[in-house]
């Protein structure tokens, strides 16, 4: 679910070109940019027209299955409630701030999250609400043994589910 998220921001920030520019093919000739974008466009600091030229061409160098799939993201991220925007841009932030290793060690979890059966979730859900009710001696050897129950090997890096929490 937290890369599905992750996804849809990188969606958003990836769209931003086309909804600085007001694109909306078919609507204008080729070369000829729409008033209103052009004034939308100058509103822009110089450092941010440069962030949005280099996604752009992030964007144009996707796939259009790949274009598709974000500008569909983006729709859904505009049609969220404003508090859940932005809870997720916060989200988002967070995970730029992380050092590639968790980033890596986060993927590889979700990963084998998604592996999992619903009913195999199910459990493990039950089991990690315990789980907060325990000492942390307690708690560090369930860990473990939820470890091995639901994943039968370590996590990259030695570490398990929410290894190196906040």
């Known amino acids: 679910m937290k890369t599905r998220i992750l996804l849809l921001?990188?969606?958003i920030l990836l769209a931003l070109p086309a909804v600085a520019l007001g694109a909306n093919p078919g609507q204008t000739a080729p070369g000829e940019v729409?008033?209103?974008?052009?004034?939308r466009w100058q509103q822009f600091t110089p450092d941010?027209?440069?962030?949005?030229?280099e996604r752009y061409h992030e964007f144009k160098s996707l796939s259009p299955a790949q274009q598709k799939l974000l500008r569909e993201r983006?729709?859904?991220?505009?049609?969220?409630p404003a508090?859940?925007?932005?809870r997720l841009?916060?989200?988002?932030?967070?995970w730029q701030q992380l050092p590639p290793e968790r980033k890596a060690k986060l993927r590889e979890l979700s990963r084998r999250l998604d592996e999992l059966t619903p009913e195999q979730r199910k459990e493990l859900k039950a089991q990690l609400r315990e789980l907060q009710q325990l000492s942390s001696e307690?708690?560090?050897?369930r860990r473990r043994v939820l470890r091995e129950r639901f994943?039968?090997?370590?996590?990259p890096g030695g570490s398990g589910p929410g290894h190196g929490r906040r």
């Open 151 to 155: 994943f039968d090997r370590p996590m």
């Open 9 to 11: 921001f990188a969606a």
């Open 34 to 39: 729409p008033a209103e974008a052009l004034q």
């Open 89 to 94: 841009k916060e989200r988002f932030r967070e």
């Open 138 to 141: 307690e708690r560090l050897e």
């Open 83 to 86: 508090d859940e925007q932005q």
């Open 48 to 53: 941010q027209r440069q962030q949005l030229r």
């Open 74 to 80: 983006l729709e859904a991220f505009r049609s969220m």
